[in-house]
C-alpha cells in the first residue's frame, strides 16, 4: 500500500484486503509473516531491555521526569534495537510487497530470500534505509512510551489497574504512535523497496507532487491495526513483568 499500487487497484485499507484476497487468497494475507517473525524475539529482549536500563538511568537523576525519561528511554531503545529490527523490516517490506514474490513462491523459506539478499547486496542490503527506519521508529517509540506513561498518569485513581487495563492502555498509545509516525513510515517504505538507490527528500518531493498531503498517510489503518495489537499485547506483558 505505501510502496504504491498498480493504477485501479485502489490504496484504501479495505480496498487492499479485498483486492489481496481476491487475488492471493488468504496466505496473500499473511505474506512476510516468517520474516517478520524470525528476529522478534531477540529485537524484543534487546528493545525492552535497552528501554528499561535507559529509563532507570535517567529517572536516578534529578532531571528528568517520567514524560521525559519515557521519551527519551525510548528512542535510545529503539536505536539499540535497530540492529535487529532494519534487517527484519527489509525481509518483510519486500515479502509483502510481492519484490521477491515468484522468487520465495519458487524456492519456498524466506530463508532463499535472506541468501539472495547476501549474494545480492551483502550485509548492506539488510541494512538498506537504516537511517529513514530509525527516523520512522526512534519517534514512534518516543512518542509510544512518553503517551504511555501519560495515559497511565492521567488513569490513576480513576481505573482499577489490571491486565486489560494495561492491555488498553498499551493499544491507545500504540495507535497514537502509529498515526504520528504513519508520514515517516511512508518514505521509509519507499526507500527500501526502491529497485535503485534514492534519498529520502526525493521520496518525499515524489510523494507530495504525486498524492500531496494524504500520500503521507497511506496505509494509516493498516499500520495501526498491524503495530497496535502487537505492541499492545508486548507493552501489557512487560508492565506484568515489571510489577
Not at 110 to 119: D, E
Not at 181 to 188: I, R
Amino acid at each position: 500500500m505505501q510502496s504504491g499500487l498498480p493504477r485501479g487497484l485502489g490504496t484504501s485499507t479495505w480496498q487492499v484486503l479485498r483486492a489481496t484476497l481476491h487475488t492471493e487468497g488468504l496466505p496473500g494475507l499473511y505474506r512476510g509473516f516468517i520474516g517478520a517473525c524470525t528476529i522478534s524475539l531477540p529485537a524484543h529482549a534487546l528493545y525492552f531491555s535497552g528501554y528499561n536500563a535507559l529509563h532507570e538511568s535517567l529517572r536516578s537523576t534529578p532531571y528528568f521526569g517520567v514524560g521525559a525519561a519515557s521519551l527519551l528511554a525510548g528512542f535510545g531503545a529503539e536505536f539499540i534495537s535497530s540492529a535487529f529490527w532494519t534487517p527484519q523490516d527489509v525481509v518483510k517490506q519486500r515479502l509483502q510487497t510481492g519484490k521477491f514474490s515468484s522468487f520465495v513462491a519458487n524456492k519456498g523459506e524466506t530463508l532463499a530470500l535472506l541468501k539472495n539478499i547476501w549474494q545480492q547486496e551483502g550485509i548492506a542490503g539488510f541494512y538498506k534505509g537504516w537511517t529513514a527506519s530509525f527516523f520512522v521508529y526512534g519517534p514512534y517509540s518516543s512518542v509510544f512510551f512518553s503517551s504511555h506513561a501519560a495515559l497511565q498518569s492521567i488513569s490513576q485513581g480513576i481505573l482499577e489497574k489490571s491486565p486489560l487495563f494495561d492491555l488498553g492502555i498499551a493499544f491507545c498509545s500504540a495507535s497514537i504512535a502509529a498515526i504520528a509516525s504513519n508520514p515517516l513510515d511512508v518514505v521509509k517504505t519507499r526507500i527500501q523497496v526502491a529497485s535503485t538507490k534514492v534519498n529520502m527528500s526525493s521520496v518525499i518531493r515524489d510523494i507530495y507532487k504525486l498524492h500531496g498531503l494524504s500520500g503521507f498517510f497511506m496505509g494509516v489503518y493498516a499500520r495501526v491495526l498491524w503495530v497496535a495489537p502487537g505492541m499492545s499485547i508486548s507493552m501489557a506483558l512487560y508492565d506484568q513483568w515489571m510489577a
